[in-house]
């Protein structure tokens, strides 16, 4: 049984989580020796800057979607390629034979543009088997071994085609995956320094005390009470 694809915890993009956790580092550096008192040791600092560091250099889904998009095109090439090989073989048949008669359709394919992807593999395979086997009675038309071996190598680079595009799918899948858990992992430690920072300065400090907002887009003006 397949896991659940996790929930993304932080209530921003990554792009602005990673931000967030950018622009808090010179306020923990700033205050770490107040902090200490509070628990936010030299080690959860040095966590949060390597972690954010790590978090930058994941691969966004918008560079694994145009990696998948690549190799799709790819795939659609060679699964042209072969249509092209396959239709020239069996319209060499078409001279010889009806499409409606058994020796026609013994090749097992005639309208090779609409099958899946699946079915295009198959027919292909029957296809040359077919081919080598009755060459003889269709070299007058023009039939030859070489168009056969066209057509194979052509499946075979389908074939090839459909795994990379299956491998790139789950390549994004477990990245995307990846990246979502981790982000939950390094908006945790942001929100727990952030509520420490936030919690010494915000009755003597409202400057300060902004610098620890998680979002800072939805921060709200905090009013610093008089000593």
């Known amino acids: 049984m397949n896991a659940k694809n996790p929930v993304a915890e932080y209530p921003f993009t990554q792009a602005e989580l990673w931000q967030r956790c950018l622009d808090v580092q010179p306020s923990l550096d700033r ?44 795939k659609d090439e060679v699964a042209e390629a ?17 499409p409606r008669t058994a020796r026609y359709k013994r090749f097992g394919v005639s309208d090779v543009m609409n099958l899946p992807e699946a079915k295009l593999h198959l027919a292909a395979t029957m296809l040359v088997k077919q081919g080598r086997k009755y060459l003889e009675e269709y070299q007058a038309e023009g039939l030859t071994a070489a168009m056969l071996d066209t057509v194979e190598k052509n499946n075979a ?53 902004r610098e620890y907002v998680v979002d800072a887009s939805v921060a709200e003006p905090t009013e610093a009470r008089p000593n």
Not at 44 to 52: F, G, P, S, V
Not at 89 to 97: F, H, Q, R
Request: net charge negative; hydrophobic share 40%.
């Open 157 to 209: 680079a389908f074939v090839e085609g459909l795994t990379e595009r299956k491998e790139a799918e789950n390549t994004r899948s477990g990245a995307t995956r990846a990246r979502v858990l981790f982000g939950n992992g390094l908006y945790r430690q942001l929100v727990q320094l952030c509520a420490a920072g936030s919690s010494y300065w915000k009755l003597t400090d409202a400057t300060k005390a």
């Open 82 to 98: 072969l249509q092209t090989s396959m239709q020239q073989v069996i319209s060499i048949i078409g001279l010889k034979d009806e």
């Open 31 to 74: 205050d770490a020796a107040v902090l200490a008192g509070r628990g936010v040791t030299a080690a959860r600092i040095n966590k949060l800057k390597a972690d954010t560091a790590e978090f930058g250099e994941m691969e966004p889904d918008t560079v694994l979607v145009q990696e998948g998009a690549a190799v799709t095109e790819e």
